[in-house]
Nanobody, 127 residues
Framework: QLQLVESGGVLVQPGGSLRLSCGAS????????VGWFRQRPGKEREGVLC????????DYVDFVKGRFTISRDNAKNIVYLQMNSLKPEDSAIYYC????????????????????WGQGTPVTVAS
């Protein structure tokens, strides 16, 4: 059974950077498409970025284009979310999720497509 654990969420000033990590155990993360999602206060969960099993990436929130990137290190069983130029509106609980059913070069921005979820890591952007 795949288990996911997010880490790296902290308080950061506007304009700062953070790298979130999604670590996996129980199964090779290379067998899954992985997505990052976030839930901002008072908002519904939204897809942020995802990466397919073969490394293709897709983003689902215009707000993060050019600022956030996703990468995976299959040897370490980790997927990263690099966040730059952070804004207060990026404050949220960030979740990673894994999808075993996706085609090798595909990943989804829909949370309902993912079978495994981490517990989330909080990111607060404030001065």
């Amino acid at each position: 059974q795949l288990q996911l654990v997010e880490s790296g969420g902290v308080l950061v000033q506007p304009g700062g950077s953070l790298r979130l990590s999604c670590g996996a155990s129980g199964s090779p993360l290379a067998d899954y498409a992985v997505g990052w999602f976030r839930q901002r206060p008072g908002k519904e969960r939204e897809g942020v970025l995802c990466v397919s099993r073969d490394g293709l990436r897709a983003d689902y929130v215009d707000f993060v284009k050019g600022r956030f990137t996703i990468s995976r290190d299959n040897a370490k069983n980790i997927v990263y979310l690099q966040m730059n130029s952070l804004k207060p509106e990026d404050s949220a609980i960030y979740y990673c999720a894994a999808d075993a059913a996706r085609l090798r070069s595909d990943c989804s921005g829909r949370g309902t497509d993912y079978q495994y979820w981490g517990q989330g890591t909080p990111v607060t952007v404030a001065s």
